[in-house]
T-cell receptor, first 111, second 114 residues
């Protein structure tokens, strides 16, 4: 069964810093990997989707990379802002359609 | 873009009663929908896979007689929590998608059982 791990569990940074969130998965046979943002008590917002044949995806200040062979993905956030404060979830799809989620990284960006 | 709605967004019910949560794909047809549950400070855990016109597939440890799923049409799946207890209080989220790599999530339903 696919296991998804996210490190760190929580992170606090001052505004303006660049930061990296890590995600690892145990089974490299994945269809895609997806990063989500979740605000407290809210649903999920998809940030970036990386298909298994891709190495990275970029959207604005966000960049996600994927290394299938090592079972790792990183989400890079440049020039962090207080509005970036949220929980970031990494999820992979392997043999089925459902996503396997990590426990998330809770990010706090302080002014 | 594809939109998935959930109703209600929050519900409070008494212990022993049943609650129905709806998940709708508003602008696309979804042969498969997924139901997830999220406890406080935990990640989303898949409960079941809902297939239009057939029985749902439940994950290990999820009681199918307690969490009834009906996928009656290509745009609607319902989750009924029967005889709810306080430990069923959670955040329930559904997703739908036409392809394995495109899942669209609903906004979630907060269930509180008193």
């Amino acid at each position: 069964k696919q296991e998804v791990t996210q490190i760190p569990a929580a992170l606090s940074v001052p505004e303006g810093e660049n930061l990296v969130l890590n995600c690892s998965f145990t089974d490299s046979a994945i269809y895609n990997l997806q990063w989500f943002r979740q605000d407290p008590g809210k649903g999920l917002t998809s940030l970036l989707l990386i298909q298994s044949s891709q190495r990275e995806q970029t959207s604005g200040r966000l960049n996600a990379s994927l290394d299938k062979s090592s079972g790792r993905s990183t989400l890079y956030i440049a020039a962090s802002q207080p509005g970036d404060s949220a929980t970031y979830l990494c999820a992979v799809i392997d043999s089925g359609y459902a996503l396997n989620f990590g426990k998330g990284t809770s990010l706090l960006v302080t002014p | 873009g594809a939109v998935v709605s959930q109703h209600p967004s929050w519900v409070i019910c008494k212990s022993g009663t049943s609650v129905k949560i709806e998940c709708r794909s508003l602008d696309f047809q979804a042969t498969t929908m997924f139901w997830y549950r999220q406890f406080p400070k935990q990640s989303l855990m898949l409960m079941a896979t809902s297939n239009e016109g057939s029985k749902a597939t439940y994950e290990q440890g999820v009681e199918k007689d307690k969490f009834l799923i009906n996928h009656a049409s290509l745009t609607l799946s319902t989750l009924t929590v029967t005889s709810a207890h306080p430990e069923d209080s959670s955040f329930y989220i559904c997703s739908a998608g036409q392809r394995a790599y495109e899942q669209y999530f609903g906004p979630g339903t907060r269930l509180t059982v008193t």
